[in-house]
């Protein structure tokens, strides 16, 4: 767009071109009866072969792709205690998260939408209502009973390409009595199993690729990267467009005749939101903002998947080469003591430190009952928010985690299978294993997340004080705003989120476009 204070106008505008945003600006402009303008704050590069390759080829680690500038790099509080500084990555890119991720393409369980979801009041998303929309976005190469006709395809590693430490593990827990699960998105998949990727032959399926790259070119769709949303405009309690920032700083108007979508992702959403009116009144008032719509439940509830990594060092002369870097394999199961179906996941993997070589157990709170937030930051609403993740905040948290990480140790250490691999445990070390107190502290120490935050601007029912949105992602008390992203997940799901937020996103564009 042009320099100056330039105005533009278009039926639809969306605001941030990750996974959602991209999804639901493609299907408004396949439909092609109204204009849609997508906003993105990172980079476009219009087709795959434009695409730097770090950001194409899905083989490109995680840590490479986010240390560029393709992260928003959000600063985190990560405990009540402070704990190890994390940095939170997320897309800031064409595409979004899907640009940048480990390409998991992982469903959530039937009990995610029928117990949790539908006991929050999305009603409307229970298993047999998500289900055909999962359906509708894959194109599942191994089990094309899920969905063969969409445009993610999806696959798996076969056995015969594991390395010998994935194979390993998988006999593990086979030999440990967990079931094989060769299809993780089957209905009520639980055990060991190759992960679902939406990678293949290596080009990461994003959805700048999967859905944007079909419409770039027709006449209805304009695509502007580069360009940060700043501000929502209303006229009264009526969204009608946005103010965004180029990268010289000239602010562009645009404006939208119907509405305006956001899907600036779990920690974007909420800011915007907050920084334009849409929030708790006290919260708002306090940075003189004024107040659009009280809405309490704007940042509140943030989820997250947390994990720590149990290290042992490597036997000296093991081959781990890439492959061995990477989880192609994972475990899929329930906390000891849990009443929370399949809460755990567990992959292994080899890593290299100063110390040199050697392998982590990841071990994953697949439904944190700890919820954390986005508020706006004391040095005003420009200034990036608060994060705060509360992890381990919920003692049922913090137990599931310590039973998790000895179960983990326990299961790995008396491994006939890995014994020729796994040397000596540097992480935790046999003090802090030995009480529980010690363990806990260790666990507030070495907490991470994993790149999946939601929840911040939540579907449920009307009269519930949490709510923000409504089960077709209008936000409550304005008209012509709607969430599209993770943030109106009513809590996360027990699998890593991009599959969801997808499928979630197709039935939002097709509640837009009718
Ligand atoms: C490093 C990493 C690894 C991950 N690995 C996996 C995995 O293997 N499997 C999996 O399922 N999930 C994974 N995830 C998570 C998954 O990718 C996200 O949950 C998903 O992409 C979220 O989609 P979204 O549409 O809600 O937000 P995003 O995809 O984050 O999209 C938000 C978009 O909005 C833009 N934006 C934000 N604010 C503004 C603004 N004010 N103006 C304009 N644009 C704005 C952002 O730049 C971004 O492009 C990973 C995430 C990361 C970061």
Same mark, same amino acid.
């Given at each position: 767009m042009n320099a100056g204070t330039a105005t533009v106008d278009a039926a639809v505008v969306v605001v941030g071109g990750g996974t959602a945003g991209a999804i639901v600006a493609s299907r408004i402009a396949e439909r092609g009866d109204r204009s849609v303008v997508l906003l993105e704050a990172g980079p476009d590069f219009g087709s795959p072969e434009e695409t730097p390759p770090i950001l194409r080829y899905g083989g490109y680690s995680e840590g490479r792709v986010t240390t560029r500038d393709y992260s928003w790099k959000w600063d985190t509080v990560l405990t009540a205690e402070g704990g190890t500084p994390y940095t939170l990555h997320s897309g800031k890119v064409i595409g979004g998260g899907s640009s940048v991720n480990g390409q998991v393409w992982l469903r959530g369980l039937a009990d995610d939408f029928d117990d949790n979801w539908a006991g929050r009041g999305a009603t409307e998303w229970t298993w047999e209502q998500v289900a055909p929309w999962y359906a509708a976005t894959e194109a599942d190469q191994d089990f094309p009973a899920h969905g063969d006709h969409g445009p993610v395809a999806v696959s798996r590693v076969a056995p015969g390409n594991w390395h010998p430490l994935h194979a390993g593990f998988v006999d593990m827990c086979l030999a440990k009595g967990f079931p094989l699960c060769p299809d993780f998105n089957a209905d009520g998949a639980t055990g060991v199993g190759p992960q679902p990727f939406n990678n293949v032959?290596?080009?990461?399926?994003?959805?700048?690729?999967?859905?944007?790259?079909?419409?770039?070119?027709?006449?209805?769709?304009? $695509? =502007?990267? *580069?360009?940060?949303? +700043?501000?929502?405009?209303?006229?009264?309690?009526?969204? !009608?467009? &946005?103010?965004? %920032?180029?990268?010289?700083?000239?602010?562009?108007?645009?404006?939208?005749?119907?509405?305006?979508?956001?899907?600036?992702?779990?920690?974007?959403?909420?800011?915007?939101?907050?920084?334009?009116?849409?929030?708790?009144?006290?919260?708002?008032?306090?940075?003189?903002?004024? $107040? =659009?719509? *009280?809405?309490?439940? +704007?940042?509140?509830?943030?989820?997250?998947?947390?994990? !720590?990594? &149990?290290?042992? %060092?490597?036997?000296?002369?093991?081959?781990?080469?890439?492959?061995?870097?990477?989880?192609?394999?994972?475990?899929?199961?329930?906390?000891?003591?849990?009443?929370?179906?399949?809460?755990?996941?567990?992959?292994?993997?080899?890593?290299?430190?100063?110390?040199?070589?050697?392998?982590?157990?990841?071990?994953?709170?697949?439904?944190?009952?700890?919820?954390?937030?986005?508020?706006?930051?004391?040095?005003?609403?420009?200034?990036?928010?608060?994060?705060?993740?509360a992890f381990l905040d919920h003692p049922e948290d913090l137990r599931r985690m310590r039973e998790a990480v000895r179960l983990t140790v326990d299961l790995v250490e008396s491994s006939a299978e890995l014994r020729p691999v796994i040397g000596e445990r540097v992480d935790p070390d046999d003090d802090e294993m030995a009480r529980d107190a010690a363990l806990d502290a260790w666990l507030r120490r070495k907490i991470q997340g994993t790149f999946h935050p939601s929840s911040t601007c939540a579907i449920g029912s009307p009269d519930a004080p949490g709510t923000v949105v409504n089960q077709e992602g209008e936000v409550r008390g304005v008209h012509g705003l709607r969430v599209v992203d993770a943030s109106v997940m009513p809590d996360s799901v027990r699998a890593n989120l991009n599959a969801t937020v997808a499928m979630m996103a197709e039935r939002f564009a097709s509640a837009i476009t009718g």
């Open positions: 032959d290596g080009v990461r399926l994003s959805s700048a690729f999967t859905h944007l790259s079909a419409v770039r070119g027709r006449p209805t769709v304009r $695509v =502007v990267g *580069d360009h940060e949303v +700043v501000r929502i405009l209303f006229d009264h309690d009526r969204a !009608v467009g &946005v103010v965004a %920032r180029g990268p010289s700083g000239h602010e562009v108007i645009v404006r939208a005749e119907q509405e305006v979508v956001l899907a600036a992702g779990a920690l974007g959403t909420p800011w915007l939101l907050l920084r334009s009116g849409v929030g708790p009144a006290g919260q708002l008032r306090r940075h003189g903002l004024p $107040v =659009v719509a *009280d809405l309490p439940g +704007v940042g509140r509830s943030l989820r997250e998947h947390p994990q !720590v990594c &149990v290290r042992w %060092r490597a036997r000296p002369g093991q081959n781990l080469d890439q492959t061995s870097a990477r989880a192609p394999v994972a475990l899929r199961w329930t906390a000891p003591g849990s009443t929370l179906r399949d809460d755990m996941k567990l992959s292994i993997a080899a890593f290299e430190d100063g110390g040199g070589t050697g392998i982590q157990a990841s071990v994953f709170l697949m439904q944190a009952l700890s919820a954390g937030s986005v508020t706006l930051a004391p040095e005003g609403p420009d200034a990036r928010p608060v994060v705060d993740l």
